[in-house]
């Protein structure tokens, strides 16, 4: 179970870079609030 929470944290970690890369900021403050309504919903 923590490898596949460790490669999905990976994984969007690298989305969020590539995103950075782009020049698509709006795009990444969204999928942080997302993640973070994701963790509080699970609490």
Excluded: A, F, P, W
Excluded at 10 to 39: A, P
């Amino acid at each position: 179970m923590n490898k596949q929470i460790n490669s999905n944290t990976t994984h969007t970690s690298q989305i969020r870079e590539k995103l950075v890369s782009v020049g698509k900021v709006d795009e990444i403050i969204k999928i942080n609030n997302m993640l973070k309504e994701k963790r509080e919903n699970k609490k």
